[in-house]
């Protein structure tokens, strides 16, 4: 049984950082791409970031573009976003998750971590 935590959530004032940690374990995992999405009360699921395992390419959401910084560790099993200059509009539960593809939807990603939160205060 996969599992994808994440950790490294919580409050910080605007222009602010931080930074969010997914750690995969269990069982046999094998993904071409690690992605991160948010959810803000109230609205759909939002792509942030993808990275892939193996050239650690990278493709962000416009929306925090230049902000957020994805990497990997391979070593680790683990995937991280940095996240700086935060805005309020930040503000949200953010999932990692594991994926078939570099995508921004959804569907390519077939294992999903629980959720940290990130409360950005303005």
């Known amino acids: 049984q996969v599992q994808l935590v994440e950790s490294g959530g919580g409050l910080v004032q605007a222009g602010g950082s931080l930074r969010l940690s997914c750690a995969a374990s269990g069982g046999t995992f094998s993904s071409v791409a690690m992605g991160w999405f948010r959810q803000a009360p109230g609205k759909e699921h939002e792509f942030v970031a993808v990275i892939t395992w193996t050239d650690g390419s990278t493709y962000y959401a416009d929306s925090v573009k230049g902000r957020f910084t994805m990497s990997r560790d391979n070593a680790k099993n683990t995937v991280y976003l940095q996240m700086n200059s935060l805005k309020p509009e930040d503000t949200a539960v953010y999932y990692c998750?594991?994926?078939?593809?570099?995508?921004?939807?959804?569907?390519?990603?077939?294992?999903w971590g629980q959720g940290t939160q990130v409360t950005v205060s303005s």
């Open positions: 998750a594991a994926g078939s593809r570099r995508s921004y939807s959804k569907g390519a990603y077939y294992y």
